[in-house]
Every structure is written in structure tokens, then in C-alpha cells.
């Protein structure tokens, strides 16, 4: 089958409205939750099943061809074996669209997919395990790709297929006047449900984008350079090539400063009667108190996680229409974070609550929608240990060393208004394809190495990437083109 192709001009995005269900559609919602599950569970229950028997049968020196058949692990595969099972494992299957089947089916295709080419050696990044079995308490999401998927005019409501029309929380008019323009064409729409027990739908749309870079674009500094800081008051410094500094965004903090509530809720959640009883070590029936208490804690986090997420979108917005190239660093935020007990622990609530990874991905599509470039950074480019000034690396810069103080020229500035100074003019350099550092008074990094002076290890060549990427829910036929981005977040050009 050949790959969807984004047309040229066109452009992956995602629309994403919380809903308000009436109780009937919220019991749907979870009934279509729950088929996806089972057929998850069903079908991997199968595979391993298949997996085992001809492990068994080899110890017993049966010959390869002579083994129990192979289940297929492709999505057809699968949805043809579930559909031959479903009748006997799920005789209320006819209650829910196919399309909640095929969201589990598509899940667990994936998942196989990932698992046998990192075993493989085929896939770049970490170690993919063997899929697990899903429990009820598990994320429920649903995915639709056919039927009845549109915004209805009224601007208040939007009909998925078998749930029919439901209420939104908020306006669809954005995502209404590109698909009445004609600008924009409804891919698929996913159904999930939160932790604080809200849904929400979002759709996956191709959006046409003008080829022209928007009037808007350059209306700040042509190049700058943004570093984010961990345990401090503000969470973005943005600074140009000849050290000004322009901004810095206040961090929100909001999951510090929801933490008196959560110890408290978790208190009090912890002397309730939950799903496991530790004295017999089995699983029993929680109290109705210990539902409602958990929800509480859900929904205290999905609130410090959406005040996090505002911020972040707004700082994110304006950075990339403002200005032409944006210079960040590659963080490998998890591993910044660590075991180290106590020590450890307020450096690790600090990177949970400062969400690094987020802004360079949020710039990353942005900055495709509004016609600027990124400019990352490689992981070792040593922008905070590196003098703006004179260009001197000093290897012994600690976290906590908030004020960069140089050894040679007595340059004393702010650590990370000096590290925001750098790359700037690492974006610079890859703006104007010179090998020097444009207005800089002194080499800070080469566009031919792009791991600065002195660099902790040696760093391949720094990209200007196009912020293309693939969602985790994309079909599997669809790969996007040089000009295509997918993303996760509910907000018009």
C-alpha cells in the first residue's frame, strides 16, 4: 500500500477541545475506551500464546516448519484474528464503533512494530520492551479515522461516530473557519480522557499554509538565543548575538506550588481503603472515598499541568513570530534527572516542574507554522561554561554557580544570560553561513563543528532542522513530507 504524502503547502496540526458529555455519552466514551483495551489484551494474550507454543515445540526438536503457525503482528493480521475471536471473547462488541477495536489492534501493532526493531538494532533510541497488558486504570483513549467526524456549525459541538453530537467546553470557531474555507480537511479525531477524569477530543487536520514568510516574522531581533534555566525564577532567558538580553519568561512553578495540597491529598489517600490490601497481598475493591480522593489528586495535577502548558505555548507563540532563526539547546532531560534520594530531590521537582523538553518541541512546529528556523543546539555544546566575552572555557562551572565570573578577562555576567549570549551566535553562524561569530567579540562556536571551544566530548556538526516529526497516532501509511509537522496542540496559525 503506498504512504499517505503530505501535499507540498500543507501541514499536519492537530485541534484539541475539551468536552462536556452528558452522563450517558461519558459511559460511552468509556465503554469505547474499555473495547479498545480488550481487544489489546485479547490479542496480545494471543500472540504471547503463539510465541510460548513455539518456543515449547523447539525444545521438543520439531522442526521449524513444521511449528504452530505464526500470528500476524501487522494491524490487518490482527484485525482479521480479533474479528474471528470477538464473538467469543466480546459478544457485546456491537455496542461500540469498530473504530475502538481497531484504536487497541493499532495500539498493539505498534508496539510489536517498535519491540522487534529495537531488538533488532533497527531503531534509534532506547531499549523498546515487550508490549504489557493494559489495566483498567490505564490512560483511556480512542481513536476514530472513518464515519461521521466534523465540526458542527454552531461552533459548540462535534459528532464522532456512534456517540453522536457532543458539547464543547470552548469554542471551535479556529478549526470551523479553515474546514468552511476550505483550508482544512479532518484526518481522524482521538477521544482521552485525562487524569483529572476530563475528556477531550483532538483532531488531525491537513491545514494549508501560505508559502510566503508572514509580515509578522522579524519584527524582533533577527537572531537569538534562548536557554532555559531549572531552579530559578525565571524559566526562559532570551539574549541576542551582541548581548542584550530581551526577556525572561517567569517560570510558573506550578507543580512546587501545588505540592502543600498534594501532600495533603495523598495523606489522606494513603489511610483510605484502596485497590490492594498489603497484609494478605491481594487486590480488593476500593472504598468509594478512595475514588473520589484519587480524582482530587488528578485533578490537582492536571491544573499545574495546564498552568505549565499555558505559559509554556504563549512564550513559545511569540518567540517564534518575532524572530527569524532561534538558537536552543538539545537537553537530554530525562537523564538530567536522577536516583540520587534526597539530595536529588528538589534538582528532580525542579526539571519535572520546568518541563525542558517541552519548549524545543513546541518551537520545533512553530517555527514551520510562521515561516522562522530553529537552530539546535548539540547536547555537549558547552554554552554556560564558555565566556561571551573572550571566549574562555571554564570546565569547573557548577549548577549551582549562578553568576559566570571569567578567569581571564574578569567578564562577570549572568550564567545563563551568558549561556542565551552563545547560542545566539551559534544561530548566527548558520544564519549567515560564516565561519566566525557576526557581531560576537570572540569564537563561541563554528558552523562547521558546532560543539564550541573545548566542548566536554566532541559533537557532530549542529543542524538547522525543519521541525518535522511524527505523532504518535498517525496512521501507519502516512509519513510526513519536507514540509509537514504534526503536533499536539489545540491553537491556530
Given amino acids: 500500500m503506498a504512504r499517505f504524502e503530505i501535499p507540498d503547502g500543507w501541514t499536519a496540526q492537530a485541534y484539541k477541545f475539551a468536552l462536556d458529555p452528558t452522563p450517558a455519552q461519558a459511559r460511552a466514551f468509556r465503554s469505547h475506551a474499555g473495547g479498545a483495551r480488550k481487544a489489546h489484551n485479547t490479542m496480545l494474550a494471543a500472540v504471547k500464546a503463539v510465541m510460548n507454543q513455539r518456543q515449547a515445540e523447539r525444545t521438543y526438536g520439531i522442526a521449524e516448519d513444521e511449528l504452530t503457525p505464526t500470528l500476524g ?94 458539547h464543547t467546553c470552548e469554542s471551535t470557531r479556529k478549526l470551523a473557519r479553515r474546514l468552511e474555507a476550505g483550508t482544512a480537511r479532518i484526518l481522524s479525531a482521538t477521544l482521552s480522557e485525562d487524569s483529572a477524569g476530563r475528556w477531550h477530543v483532538a483532531f488531525q487536520v491537513l491545514v494549508h499554509r501560505a508559502v510566503a514568510v508572514p509580515g509578522h516574522i522579524g519584527a524582533g531581533e533577527p537572531v537569538v538565543g534562548v536557554d532555559v534555566r531549572v531552579k530559578a525564577d525565571s524559566l526562559i532567558v532570551v539574549a541576542t548575538p551582541d548581548g542584550r538580553e530581551l526577556d525572561r519568561v517567569p517560570a510558573p512553578k506550578s507543580l512546587t506550588a501545588a505540592q502543600d495540597r498534594l501532600r495533603a491529598l495523598q495523606r489522606r489517600h494513603a489511610r483510605q481503603v484502596g485497590p490492594y490490601d498489603p497484609s494478605t497481598k491481594t487486590k480488593r475493591k476500593p472504598s468509594k472515598r478512595w475514588v473520589r480522593q484519587q480524582r482530587r489528586v488528578g485533578r490537582t495535577h492536571a491544573h499545574a499541568a495546564a498552568v505549565r ?149 566532541e559533537s557532530a556538526t549542529t543542524e538547522v532542522v525543519n521541525a518535522a516529526g511524527d505523532e504518535a497516532s498517525t496512521r501507519h501509511q502516512q509519513s510526513l513530507g519536507e514540509t509537514g509537522t504534526v503536533s499536539s496542540e489545540g491553537e491556530a496559525a
Fill in 73 to 166: 503482528w501487522s494491524l490487518p493480521g490482527l484485525r482479521k484474528e480479533w474479528n474471528a475471536r470477538k464473538d467469543l471473547v466480546a459478544p457485546w462488541w456491537a455496542e461500540n464503533s469498530k473504530e475502538a477495536y481497531n484504536s487497541g489492534l493499532d495500539a498493539l501493532a505498534r508496539g510489536l512494530d517498535a519491540w522487534s526493531k529495537s531488538r533488532k538494532g533497527k531503531r534509534a533510541g532506547k531499549t523498546i520492551g515487550f508490549p504489557r497488558f493494559k489495566s483498567a486504570r490505564s490512560r483511556r483513549s480512542v481513536r476514530f479515522t472513518t464515519g461521521a467526524i466534523r465540526v458542527e456549525t454552531d461552533r459548540h459541538h462535534v459528532t464522532l461516530p456512534r456517540l453522536g453530537r457532543i
Fill in 309 to 457: 502548558r499555558d505559559v509554556l505555548y504563549k512564550a513559545t507563540t511569540e518567540l517564534a513570530q518575532r524572530h527569524e532563526v532561534i538558537t536552543v539547546e538539545t537537553l537530554n532531560a530525562s537523564g538530567m534527572r536522577s536516583a540520587g534520594g534526597s539530595r536529588k530531590k528538589g534538582l528532580n521537582l525542579a526539571l519535572s516542574d520546568a518541563a525542558l523538553a517541552q519548549i524545543r518541541r513546541m518551537l520545533s512546529y512553530k517555527t514551520t507554522w510562521y515561516g522562522s528556523v530553529l537552530v539546535e543546539a548539540h547536547r555537549y555544546f558547552p554554552s554556560s561554561k564558555t565566556c561571551s566575552g573572550c571566549g574562555r572555557r571554564k570546565p569547573n562551572l557548577t549548577l549551582a554557580d549562578r553568576t559566570y565570573v571569567c578567569d581571564r578577562c574578569g567578564l562577570t555576567i549572568d550564567r545563563d544570560r551568558n549561556a542565551a549570549i552563545n547560542l545566539a551566535r551559534l544561530g548566527e553562524t548558520q544564519r549567515t553561513g560564516a565561519t566566525g561569530t557576526g557581531t560576537g567579540s570572540s569564537l563561541a562556536a563554528t558552523v562547521s563543528g558546532g560543539d564550541g571551544r573545548g566542548a566536554t566530548r
